[in-house]
């Protein structure tokens, strides 16, 4: 079965940090850009961190740049992203997205999506 697992979201104090997870079965991830999205409510889907395929290159808005990393495990099939300094304005519905070509964050590229996990930020 190909799907994707989006896991380490919770509850977090401003400042804080979380990382999640987002792992693959059935296909492999080294094959495709990932991206990382976030839908907060009555607001529009935002592409937080993306890496390319092979080289390495990623994307990251003026928003969390500095503060968000995005890695891969390919041993583990996973790609995770690290979010320190949280801040309120990041609570959101987080999702992971594979796409066949990189484009940074650009959302229409990515076809494949897991059901998300929610962070929120506060006190």
């Not at 989006?6 to 079965?25: F, K, M, N, Y």
């Not at 959101?92 to 929610?118: E, H, K, V």
Request: net charge positive.
């Amino acid at each position: 079965q190909v799907q994707i697992v989006e896991s380490g979201g919770g509850l977090v104090q401003p400042g804080g940090s979380l990382r999640l997870s987002c792992a693959a079965s059935g296909f492999t991830l080294d094959y495709y850009a990932i991206g990382w999205f976030r839908q907060a409510p009555g607001k529009g889907r935002e592409g937080v961190s993306c890496i390319g395929i092979s080289d390495g290159s990623t994307y990251y808005p003026d928003s969390v740049k500095g503060r968000f990393t995005i890695s891969r495990d390919n041993a583990k099939n996973t790609v995770y992203l690290i979010m320190n300094s949280l801040k309120p304005e990041d609570t959101a519905i987080y999702y992971c997205a594979t796409s066949a070509t990189f484009r940074g964050c650009l959302t229409r590229q990515y076809d494949y999506w897991g059901q998300g996990t929610q962070v929120t930020v506060s006190s």
